[in-house]
């Protein structure tokens, strides 16, 4: 009852996102044994990004885990993990600007960054509610309950859609920037792109995976609709 040939495209995209969690790591670990030429630290790079950049009233916070960086816009406080903060690497440099980068992006109301931020609220409560109500349209033939729960998980893949160009934006904000303030040189451009690019390719995966699952759903509803 639950098998769709549509769930073969699923364990695929399933496939590809762990894959791109091996990948994220894999090319972390690579670039952290490169030094940066200035031999400038992640978390000196991202104060000096975000002093240049008018943002010298955001704190830096170093935080446990591993690649847990992140940028907090409720608390305007940018986080980084230990091996980040203190990291001399071309990886540590590499995450630290692409924080920034979304730091920067609040500062100027980027638009597809502020989209994200409305959506979130909504998206908590959708995705907690979509799987029961998928669940139990499912068992009790409801067609009704999946109507109500491919609705509510559609706001979950919208959200993924919208962080897309929000992902890419600040890893292309965290290249120029390193390449105007002088914390990166030509040969190691390769290196930062090839570390902001298997970070990106995460969300792709993500975003990939919930879409199919999301049109798995909706030829469901329509099959069952026109029976």
Do not use: C
């Not at 920067?104 to 909504?122: D, N, S, W």
């Not at 409801?142 to 929000?166: M, N």
């Not at 292309?172 to 990106?200: C, P, Q, T, W």
Request: charged content about 15%.
């Amino acid at each position: 009852m639950f098998f769709h040939p549509m769930d073969f495209l699923i364990l695929i995209a399933f496939g590809i996102s762990l894959w791109a969690q091996f990948r994220v790591k894999g090319t972390f670990n690579k670039w952290v044994e490169v030094p940066t030429r200035t031999g400038a630290s992640g978390a000196e790079v991202a104060r000096a990004l975000l002093d240049r950049n008018g943002l010298s009233h955001i704190p830096i916070e170093v935080v446990r885990g591993t690649l847990s960086d992140h940028y907090d816009p409720i608390h305007g406080v940018v986080r980084l993990s230990e091996a980040v903060y203190y990291g001399r690497s071309i990886s540590s440099i590499s995450v630290a600007a692409h924080e920034i980068g979304h730091a920067i992006q609040h500062k100027e109301g980027y638009k597809a960054l502020t989209l994200r931020h409305r959506m979130f609220p909504a998206v908590n409560i959708a995705s907690g509610i979509a799987p029961f109500l998928l669940i139990g349209g499912f068992l009790f033939q409801a067609l009704s309950l999946i109507g109500l729960g491919i609705i509510f998980f559609s706001v979950a893949v919208a959200f993924q859609l919208v962080t897309l160009p929000v992902e890419f934006n600040a890893s292309s904000r965290a290249r120029n920037l390193m390449i105007a303030e002088g914390f990166l040189y030509n040969d190691e451009e390769n290196g930062v792109k090839k570390v902001l690019g298997a970070a990106a390719l995460t969300y792709v995966a993500a975003a990939l995976i919930s879409l199919l699952e999301l049109l798995k759903y909706v030829m469901i509803f329509m099959q069952g609709d026109d029976d």
